[in-house]
């Protein structure tokens, strides 16, 4: 069973700053077949990332996802106030389960 | 557009079977290669996989849970349901029902909190 372990925890930036989240893999990933989803309070996950790094329909291109074998990036060039939220990857290339990692939650600083 | 919307009991008493269907709606249950599933989020905590079926009826089921979680499938009714047997007060979560696609999330409905207790 491939576990993903997602860092940092918690990420305290600014409106206008980058912001990088990091999902590891116990184990390659194959196909890059790692997802990358946003869920903020009171609402249902929503798919940002595909494919490692194939934006998801109406996705702003300030999301960019990266990465191959055991780790992947998703990037916020430039966060605006609504990108503050929890996001999760969530591997589906080398195992069958639903697998997600722990989370990493952007705030404001 | 695909919506999803979960219904079910919001209150399960312990050792007691969570129930809970997903009504699916603009689209098919039984086209295209889609998988339908079932995610969980205790409170305050991460998403938790717990399987999927696809409209033939072939399921997967996440091992933690293998042994007390079934899905099955209703094509005639575009639905598709979770039973979880002998619930604890662990098991209160919302419950998500999503459309997957080659590995992926795409659909997703909003939830419904389950709470377990006496």
């Known amino acids: 069973e491939i576990v993903l372990t997602q860092s940092p925890g918690t990420l305290s930036l600014s409106p206008g700053e980058r912001a990088t989240l990091s999902c590891r893999a116990s184990?390659?990933?194959?196909?890059?077949?790692l997802a990358w989803y946003q869920q903020k309070p009171g609402q249902a996950p929503r798919l940002l990332i595909f494919?490692?790094?194939s934006r998801a329909t109406g996705i702003s291109d300030r999301f960019s996802g990266s990465g191959s074998g055991t780790d992947f990036t998703l990037t916020i060039s430039r966060l605006e106030p609504e990108d503050f939220a929890v996001y999760y990857c969530?591997?589906?290339?080398?195992?069958?389960?639903?697998?997600f990692g722990g989370g990493t939650k952007v705030e404001i600083k | 557009q695909v919506q999803l919307q979960e219904s079910g009991p919001g209150l399960v008493k312990p050792s007691q079977t969570l129930s809970l269907t997903c009504t699916v709606s603009g689209g098919s249950i039984n086209s295209g290669f889609y998988y339908w599933s079932w995610i969980r989020q205790r409170p305050g905590k991460g998403l938790e996989g717990m399987g999927y079926?696809?409209?033939?009826?072939?399921?997967h089921y996440n091992p933690p849970l293998t042994s007390r979680v079934s899905i099955s499938i209703d094509t005639s009714k575009n639905q598709f349901s979770l039973r979880l047997s002998s619930v604890t007060a662990a098991d209160t979560a919302v419950y998500y029902c999503a459309r997957g696609s080659r590995g992926v999330l795409f659909y997703w409905g909003q939830g419904t909190l389950v709470t377990v207790s006496s």
């Open positions: 969530q591997q589906y290339g080398s195992s069958p389960e639903l697998t």
């Open positions: 494919g490692a790094s």
């Open positions: 184990q390659s990933v194959s196909g890059g077949y």
């Open positions: 079926i696809y409209s033939t009826g072939s399921t």
